[in-house]
């Protein structure tokens, strides 16, 4: 399957160089430069790359070298001028850390992109002065990246994850990437050294290995070829200049839609005021991804010295994200923050903020529940729903699951509002499916609508089957991976599957179940992957408010008759991309999203400016 996948992609990519070319960005190689542009991509390598290189040859007095983790490679075959005897010799492209995968030669109107290891390959007398090189070959390995240990034998988790990442650097390797021109003697040498079976571990290229680079030419100031940009607005409610906490008490639950509105004005505020109310007695909140340019856990440290109570449940085990997660809790704990890392042999998953504030009439509890991590990176790339809220059940729910994340003791835990896993998700869903079909009638036809990332647990799958042969029509929306196959005569022929795909990576996840009129809405962090609903701790939350359900509603629906972006899965598990019929200018989901949430921003300015119009007349008079 992965050689089939690798055949797919390789034709992608020359249709993908083909356009680019069209457009004046042109993927070559250093042999076919004119004369001056080659000598100044020499020089350019000279002063800027080639102080960073350094060839290990491969002898008996040089044992063959460490290769890291998709690092890339160039095997080189050299010989002395008056010697037969040939020697290896491996050199590491110095990718990363600042130097670019392509060397640009642009002239005024054309980008000539130059993969660094080409030039590498082409300049070797300066690694080599002297020696003849006979051959140049680029290879990648790949390492085993599930390294990890048993929790229940840990005595320190934080030094079980540190362990991992360490075994990490050094895992086995199951993976040779290759050139195809490489000679069949020294793939078999690669193989052996390596540990690998040479035929079904070595995977040929006839294609640039290390595809992930070519996110630099993305990077390429070329506006014709980029997105309009796109400026998220402020939530309506969020509008108000008064303290966002009066805001959540007087105007009700707000439903905030990342990237369309802001992640700062909204989230980040949300923790930022929560740091300097003098009224705020208490934050907690859970991690499962941040980054550097996130402001949350500078105004979790300002609340610290500020005397708040703050408890933080960092989940350690975040896949490729450990070590930054690691430097992020020992800051914390630094400045007297309460950290945790969640409960052993479960990964905390849910994206939940609790701030604890003393109103006028006592004690108020304040909630974010969101559908994606507190990252300001990802706020702007990917699409992710957010609940603030002082509804009282749903303040209680998530009291005691934090008490559960910070202690790990698991007495029976009765939530009154939110879906919680590992315990209270998946049968909670399976008894809705379950109910949407008993409710199901002609009269009062059952409907279930879920968006979502993935769909892979085989008793979900196994019940949506069972709803579409009872009659319910089940709409899905679900971006990657999705085991049920809809149309299928007789099991599944009321299902139908849409992928979405477009400019926003679709995030979010909604739960709908049309309940016989008595409709209900949830929006959380669980996927309806076996691992989200059995092994992860996970916070589903019920959205009550009609506003907010429409809102949702329409979300959903807007996707669902996507012409543009959306792609049908067949009964065979295939997909087929959507074209417009009547309309050309169909926009796709997503652009109608903007270009909505620009019109209810310039619509809520206008009302804003016409109110304080009307206090200016007001006080000249």
């Known amino acids: 399957m992965i050689r089939r996948l690798q055949h797919?992609?390789?034709?992608?990519?020359?249709?993908?160089?083909?356009?680019?070319?069209?457009?004046?960005?042109?993927?070559?190689?250093?042999?076919?430069?004119?004369?001056?542009?080659?000598?100044?991509?020499?020089?350019?390598?000279?002063?800027?790359?080639?102080?960073?290189?350094?060839?290990l040859a491969m002898d008996p007095a040089h044992p063959f070298p460490f290769i890291s983790n998709l690092s890339l490679n160039l095997l080189v075959t050299l010989q002395q001028a008056?010697?037969?005897?040939?020697?290896?010799?491996?050199?590491?492209?110095p990718v990363g850390a600042g130097v670019p995968r392509f060397i640009d030669a642009h002239t005024d109107d054309t980008h000539y992109l130059v993969p660094l290891e080409d030039v590498m390959a082409h300049n070797l007398d300066l690694l080599f002065p002297g020696m003849a090189i006979n051959s140049c070959e680029v290879f990648r390995v790949t390492r085993n990246a599930n390294t990890e240990h048993d929790e229940e034998q840990a005595d320190d988790l934080l030094?079980?994850?540190?362990?991992?990442?360490?075994?990490?650097?050094?895992?086995?390797?199951?993976?040779?990437?290759?050139?195809?021109?490489?000679?069949?003697?020294?793939?078999?040498?690669?193989?052996?050294?390596?540990?690998?079976?040479?035929?079904?571990?070595?995977?040929?290229?006839?294609?640039?290995i290390g595809m992930h680079d070519l996110m630099e030419i993305a990077g390429l100031d070329i506006p014709e070829l980029h997105d309009a940009p796109h400026h998220p607005i402020t939530n309506d409610k969020l509008q108000d200049e008064r303290n966002i906490f009066h805001i959540i008490r007087d105007a009700g639950p707000i439903l905030l839609h990342h990237p369309y509105e802001s992640f700062a004005t909204s989230v980040e505020r949300f923790v930022r005021e929560a740091s300097t109310d003098p009224k705020v007695l208490a934050i907690k909140m859970s991690f499962y991804r941040t980054s550097a340019d996130t402001r949350i856990i500078e105004s979790l440290i300002e609340a610290a010295r500020n005397g708040k109570q703050v408890a933080v449940v960092i989940e350690l085990k975040a896949r490729?994200?450990?070590?930054?997660?690691i430097g992020w809790a020992s800051r914390m704990e630094e400045v007297g923050i309460h950290v945790t890392y969640g409960v052993i042999g479960v990964k905390t998953h849910a994206k939940i903020?609790?701030?604890?504030?003393?109103?006028?009439?006592?004690?108020?509890?304040?909630?974010?529940?969101?559908?994606?991590?507190?990252?300001?990176?990802?706020?702007?790339?990917?699409?992710?729903?957010?609940?603030?809220?002082?509804?009282?059940?749903?303040?209680?729910?998530?009291?005691?699951?934090?008490?559960?994340?910070?202690?790990?003791?698991?007495?029976?835990?009765?939530?009154?509002?939110?879906?919680?896993g590992p315990k209270a998700l998946k049968r909670p869903l399976l008894d809705k499916i379950g109910r949407e079909i008993e409710r199901h009638t002609e009269t009062q036809p059952g409907l279930i609508r879920f968006k979502c990332n993935a769909i892979e647990d085989a008793d979900i799958a196994r019940a949506l089957y069972r709803a579409s042969q009872a009659g319910v029509t089940v709409e899905l929306i679900v971006r990657d991976t999705c085991r049920l196959r809809p149309g299928v005569p007789g099991l599944s022929e009321t299902i139908s599957v849409v992928s979405i795909v477009g400019r926003f990576l679709e995030h979010s996840r909604i739960y709908y179940f049309r309940n016989g009129g008595d409709e209900e809405y949830f929006i959380g962090s669980a996927d309806l992957m076996t691992r989200n609903l059995v092994s992860r701790v996970e916070v589903l939350a019920p959205v009550a408010e009609p506003a907010l359900r429409e809102e949702l509603r329409y979300i959903l629906e807007t996707q669902l008759a996507d012409r543009r972006s959306a792609w049908d899965m067949q009964p065979d598990g295939g997909y087929v991309q959507r074209r417009p019929t009547d309309d050309d200018d169909a926009k796709d989901s997503q652009q109608m999203l903007i270009e909505r949430a620009a019109k209810r921003d310039f619509e809520a300015n206008r009302l804003r400016n016409r109110k304080l119009r009307s206090i200016a007349r007001r006080t000249i008079r």
Do not use: W
């Open 8 to 55: 797919s992609k390789g034709e992608i990519f020359r249709d993908l160089i083909g356009l680019l070319a069209k457009h004046g960005i042109v993927l070559t190689t250093y042999d076919r430069l004119p004369d001056a542009q080659r000598e100044a991509m020499r020089e350019h390598y000279f002063e800027n790359i080639f102080p960073l290189v350094t060839p």
């Open 82 to 93: 008056d010697e037969s005897s040939r020697i290896l010799a491996r050199v590491k492209v």
């Open 159 to 208: 030094v079980l994850i540190e362990a991992e990442l360490r075994d990490r650097k050094f895992a086995p390797i199951v993976r040779l990437q290759i050139d195809q021109t490489m000679a069949p003697l020294h793939r078999g040498m690669l193989a052996a050294e390596l540990g690998l079976d040479e035929t079904d571990d070595v995977y040929e290229r006839d294609v640039l």
């Open 320 to 325: 490729f994200d450990e070590s930054a997660n």
């Open 353 to 420: 903020a609790l701030v604890v504030r003393k109103d006028y009439d006592g004690l108020r509890r304040y909630a974010h529940i969101g559908t994606g991590n507190y990252h300001a990176g990802t706020a702007r790339q990917y699409a992710d729903l957010g609940l603030l809220t002082c509804d009282k059940d749903i303040a209680k729910d998530l009291t005691e699951l934090f008490n559960y994340l910070t202690t790990g003791c698991k007495p029976s835990r009765r939530y009154r509002a939110i879906l919680a």
